[in-house]
């Protein structure tokens, strides 16, 4: 996931607000920040699916091998059809 430094900061700040993370200044400058779970935090983390976790990846390990391949052809058409910018895929949308 690509994410822009103010929207991670901002992300941060509402973890500590809400109580479920802390942060430390460290350094001699103070500009490194430690990042802690806190224990209402993880027990959120501990409710949250896993990166593959999900109904589309577990239909996907549901398929047969042909079935994956010819899948994977057709959403190459159809991204041929889009003409999307290889490179853009480690852009995120919202700058797209």
């Given at each position: 996931?690509?994410?822009?430094?103010?929207?991670?900061?901002?992300l941060v700040k509402a973890l500590v607000k809400a109580e479920l993370a802390s942060i430390e200044r460290k350094g001699s400058d103070r500009r490194v920040v430690e990042l802690s779970?806190?224990?209402?935090?993880?027990?959120?983390?501990?409710?949250?699916?896993?990166?593959?976790?999900?109904?589309?990846?577990?239909?996907?390990?549901?398929?047969?091998?042909?079935?994956?391949?010819?899948?994977?052809?057709?959403l190459a058409i159809l991204i041929g059809e889009l003409h999307a910018d290889v490179a853009a895929g480690r852009i995120p949308l919202a700058l797209l």
């Amino acid at each position: 996931m690509v994410t822009h430094q103010t929207t991670a900061s901002n992300l941060v700040k509402a973890l500590v607000k809400a109580e479920l993370a802390s942060i430390e200044r460290k350094g001699s400058d103070r500009r490194v920040v430690e990042l802690s779970v806190l224990a209402a935090g993880a027990a959120v983390l501990g409710k949250a699916p896993g990166p593959s976790a999900g109904v589309l990846p577990q239909a996907l390990n549901r398929l047969d091998g042909a079935t994956l391949a010819h899948l994977e052809r057709d959403l190459a058409i159809l991204i041929g059809e889009l003409h999307a910018d290889v490179a853009a895929g480690r852009i995120p949308l919202a700058l797209l």
